[in-house]
């Protein structure tokens, strides 16, 4: 118990934990009908009828939560809002029945008689909170691992009187032997809120070193702070989640069948941030999988804007809600993280495309359509209404009409994507024409490789920049072959590479032998000649 209670973990049974939490939700939300939300492919239609209460959805958090993060007591700026904000309703009074007047942000709908109801008009959305977009995988430069890439954008969710905020994400990676992750800050806002792009390597800090700093490296740099020398930083959550298995409380180990890498990093624009995470693996252990996946969420409620939240601080951890968790329990009654922690398990039944077409861990997270821009991240897509993380129906934010709330009811605050290496080469065959016969072994152009660079662009090839590659003639036991042309059956001479291997084939004629009629004349020729040579000796 000491070492829990070191870190501000509430330990108790779940039932007690249960009471407690209900105890702070409560406070903040109203219990009622389930809202009835149906959205297919992005296009959304939403009759709520009004929220449901978040308590019937809450559950034990798991005990690896990381529930003991130090407060951040610095509030952060008022962010200016995005010009393409979406309000879900129009604001102002609206006139019920005759001659009643209902408040502004409430309505009696088209039932005459009935009591004024909020109507919603103070949830502005703004888009999408985290997107994933995996990468191409690429070889590193002495090949003797993979690079796996991925672009993490997130965006925190705020309210009008700074009350209340969604502001820091967990960033989850399987764990595999040999295995190292890098971090880089590519997009973040200036002091106006604008994007700007960057390229800053982010330091990776223990969890230990986290808890002791007071430079709030772990939240995101403006443009300005980073010109000012300030520098970006993760932390890894490794030494927090590690104390969670101390041998006095064995059961919390028991608890897990897997585990994975676990990183924490926080921003105080309350905009659209991003970060390039890159995961190395060894040759040999990528060779035994297809598709690396990672998970991205956010993980705490504060009423604070800014820093990485704890309960110490009055912060409340989105895992109490089962929705959100990025694990579930597996049929032996453990807690796993499924084929995040398994990648090997990844197979081409939750992939298109290269991205994920649904969750590789819990399946109440919904996948976020990739759009290439960090500035801008889109709404979840085929969302169950039964299973999805609604934040603005749990926590009733359309039940206080004075306060704005700037959220969507179309993003569970959660993704996750694949990045997918794809191996090619080039080899050279030499055949005689209108045959398959070779004349000469098989030229290996460029040997097995990843299609794509580290710029992420495919790898091009030319198999005909040399004598060794693309000989104008071929000798075989004393035959002379002579180089006609590229068969109509190979691939180009150069191009891009392709998954598997590139053919190409060099077609080659026999040198035709001299015609015997030119041989004998030759030959008398050379005849006459020497007998006129002796004849002039003679004579």
Not at 167 to 177: A, F, K, L, T, Y
Not at 455 to 484: A, C, F, H, M, W
Request: charged share 25%.
């Amino acid at each position: 118990m000491k070492k829990l209670t070191k870190f501000g973990i509430i330990t108790m049974s779940v039932f007690a934990l249960n009471l407690v939490s209900q105890s702070v939700v409560q406070a903040e939300e109203t219990n009622s009908e389930p809202a009835n939300v149906s959205v297919t492919l992005g296009i959304t239609n939403s009759t709520d009828a009004e929220n449901t209460s978040s308590v019937d959805n809450m559950v034990a958090p798991a005990p690896t939560s990381d529930t003991s993060l130090k407060s951040d007591e610095e509030d952060a700026n008022a962010s200016s809002h995005k010009t393409e904000e979406i309000s879900t309703n129009s604001e102002g009074t609206t006139v019920g029945k005759e001659g009643s007047t209902c408040p502004p942000g409430t309505s009696t709908g088209s039932v005459p008689g009935a009591s004024c109801e909020p109507d919603g008009s103070n949830i502005i959305d703004e888009g999408g909170y985290v997107n994933i977009e995996g990468l191409p995988a690429h070889f590193s430069e002495d090949g003797k691992s993979v690079v796996y890439n991925y672009t993490v954008a997130f965006k925190g969710m705020h309210s009008s009187d700074e009350g209340q905020t969604v502001r820091d994400i967990r960033i989850r990676i399987p764990e595999i032997s040999g295995a190292k992750a890098d971090f880089t800050l590519i997009g973040t806002r200036d002091a106006n809120g604008n994007p700007v792009d960057v390229n800053v390597p982010m330091k990776e800090r223990s969890y230990n070193e986290y808890r002791e700093s007071t430079d709030e490296g772990e939240i995101v740099p403006t443009s300005e702070e980073l010109a000012a020398g300030k520098k970006p930083s993760v932390v890894n959550m490794k030494e927090y989640e590690d104390s969670a298995f101390d041998p006095d409380y064995y059961g919390y180990y028991e608890a897990y069948n897997d585990r994975v890498s676990t990183y924490a990093v926080s921003s105080k624009t309350l905009r659209s941030t991003a970060l390039r995470v890159s995961v190395t693996v060894p040759l040999e252990e990528a060779k035994k999988i297809k598709y690396l996946p990672i998970d991205v969420r956010f993980a705490w409620k504060c009423s604070q804007e800014g820093g990485i939240g704890s309960y110490e601080e009055g912060c409340q951890s989105l895992e109490e809600y089962h929705q959100i968790q990025p694990y579930y329990q597996d049929s032996n009654g453990k807690l796993t993280y499924g084929a995040l922690a398994n990648p090997s398990l990844v197979d081409d039944n939750y992939v298109q495309n290269d991205h994920l077409i649904r969750s590789v861990s819990n399946q109440n997270t919904h996948i976020t359509p990739n759009n290439g821009d960090w500035r801008t991240i889109p709404h979840d897509v085929n969302i169950n209404p039964e299973t999805f993380f609604n934040y603005v129906k749990i926590f009733t934010l359309k039940a206080n009409p004075a306060v704005k709330y700037y959220a969507s009811e179309f993003e569970d605050m959660a993704d996750q994507d694949v990045s997918t290496l794809h191996y090619g080469d080039v080899v050279v065959d030499y055949v005689i024409k209108g045959t398959n016969q070779s004349i000469k072994e098989t030229y290996k152009d460029t040997p097995l490789t990843s299609i794509y660079g580290s710029d992420g662009k495919l790898v091009t090839y030319n198999t005909g920049e040399n004598t060794d590659e693309r000989p104008s003639s071929i000798t075989v036991d004393g035959q002379k072959y002579n180089l006609v042309g590229v068969s109509s059956t190979s691939a180009p001479e150069t191009g891009e590479l392709k998954e598997g291997t590139t053919h190409v084939i060099y077609e080659y004629e026999k040198e035709p032998d001299p015609k015997p009629t030119q041989i004998q004349n030759q030959l008398q020729i050379r005849n006459q000649l020497r007998i006129q040579n002796q004849l002039q000796i003679r004579n």
